[in-house]
């Protein structure tokens, strides 16, 4: 913001040298310097010059003051975006356009068990169990052709056990890709279903699952026999 201001200050003098010249007032001692005819002439020269600079002091504040006024709103949305960020119960990361982690919340550390310096230094592909670096480099690919994507997946905690999530991510063309992720935890529900699908494959009576349209989905040993 300083440096357009001196640009506008420096362009308003240039500027107004050129206004005087070309109203036919002689150049008399003043500020830039030159040499004067009378002193009618001089005094003249010299109130259109401070009242110039006057103009120039307020217009320089009123700049001054609205650019303040919009970092401070930009500073605040920063920091809003940040705390929210931050003290989500979901896991967030950022990634480029080629999977690496860039950002990370304090959320999905906890999640993992990785610190966030140890994550800033890993690829998609090194959490993901679902896909492998071939795989991951196809679905960027697929979100990026969509602009957004929801899925399941699972991750790889630090200590070696898994995580599952559903995520959400959003691709953004902004210096040269972002991909903009939520993660959240759906362990206990992917537990809970394995565990009713074991007891419904192992129970004695016959049991079948079918779609809105009647097709049988999944059936357990008891009805097939």
């Known amino acids: 913001s300083s440096d357009l ?120 592909s090194d959490l993901d169990t679902n896909e492998n670096s071939a795989d991951v480099y196809e679905h960027i690919n697929k979100v990026k052709s969509f602009s957004e994507d929801r899925f399941e997946t699972r991750h790889r905690r630090k200590d070696g056990s898994f995580i599952d999530f559903i995520s959400n991510v959003q691709y953004r063309n902004d210096e040269g890709g972002r991909f903009f992720a939520f993660f959240h935890d759906i362990t206990q529900r992917k537990r809970t279903e394995d565990e009713i699908k074991t007891i419904l494959r192992t129970a004695l009576d016959g049991f079948y699952l079918v779609d809105m349209e009647g097709r049988i989905l999944e059936t357990n040993n008891s009805y097939c026999s």
């Open 5 to 124: 201001m001196k640009t506008i200050t420096m362009a308003l003098m240039i500027l107004f040298i050129i206004l005087i010249y070309s109203s036919g007032i002689p150049i008399a001692i003043s500020p830039w310097g030159g040499i004067g005819y009378n002193p009618s002439q001089l005094l003249l020269q010299n109130q259109i010059f401070l009242i110039f600079l006057a103009f120039v002091g307020y217009l320089m504040s009123a700049i001054y003051s609205g650019l303040k006024k919009a970092e401070g709103s930009v500073r605040k949305s920063e920091e809003m975006y940040r705390t929210i960020i931050e003290t989500a119960m979901d896991g967030f990361w950022i990634t480029d356009a080629k999977g690496n982690i860039l950002q990370v919340n304090d959320a999905y550390c906890r999640m993992t068990g990785y610190s966030q310096s140890e994550l800033l230094t890993m690829h998609i």
